[in-house]
């Protein structure tokens, strides 16, 4: 009988379980931690000033843009008005001309009329019609004629062509003629007239000593 003993086979290859039941301080429920999902964390000093940099360009590009759109606004504003200024004065002009050219017609009725008139006194007639539908035109657009014989004479009103003797004292410095008519519009001088002025004669201030000539204005 052999009576070699066979080695006992060897526990290495045994499965076994080894269960730690310390206490867990950390997690006490004892279960399996879940897969943890990182808190989100604050941006940085850096990132958060790159977003506001980025907020204020877009800021700054919005701003430009309505600036762009305000500026073309304003050009075709000033475009439209220009184009109705330009057609009121073209309408104006239009208008003004139209009643000129019934003058013309008028002179030109005259003149036909003044080949076979023999009448002077209605061929006057005629030319001061005309006149008056003249003067009637300028006043449609403002125009008047200024009546200065009889009044003091004014530097800013005619101009002085001739000197002529006063016959009394009150009329020195006295318009007493017109040799050009003078026209002003809305109060202005459109075109000052040409008088003649009366002042007192030598000998009549020799024989009247209170009374000196007043010195006729520069015009």
Do not use: C
């Not at 006992?8 to 997690?27: A, G, L, M, Q, W």
């Not at 800021?59 to 475009?79: I, P, V």
């Amino acid at each position: 009988m052999d009576r070699t003993k066979t080695p006992p086979e060897s526990t290495s290859s045994i499965p076994f379980r080894v269960t730690d039941r310390r206490p867990n301080y950390e997690n006490p429920s004892g279960k399996e931690p879940q897969d943890s999902i990182p808190e989100p964390r604050h941006p940085s000093l850096v990132v958060e000033l790159e977003e506001r940099a980025r907020a204020a360009e877009a800021k700054l590009a919005e701003g430009l843009n309505l600036l762009r759109r305000r500026e073309a606004e304003a050009d075709d504003f000033r475009a439209r008005l220009k184009r109705e200024s330009e057609r009121r004065s073209r309408a104006e002009m239009e208008s003004w001309l139209n009643a000129m050219l019934e003058v013309m017609d008028s002179l030109d009725r005259g003149a036909a009329s003044a080949a076979t008139q023999s009448d002077p006194a209605a061929l006057r007639e005629g030319i001061l019609k005309v006149r008056d539908q003249f003067l009637s035109t300028l006043a449609r657009q403002g125009v008047e004629p200024m009546v200065l014989v009889g009044t003091p004479y004014d530097p800013h009103l005619a101009e002085a062509v001739e000197v002529t003797g006063a016959a009394t004292p009150s009329e020195d410095n006295t318009i007493v003629e017109e040799v050009r008519r003078g026209y002003q519009m809305g109060g202005q001088v459109l075109r000052p007239a040409q008088v003649r002025v009366a002042r007192i004669a030598t000998d009549a201030v020799t024989s009247d000593p209170g009374s000196k000539p007043s010195p006729l204005p520069e015009s």
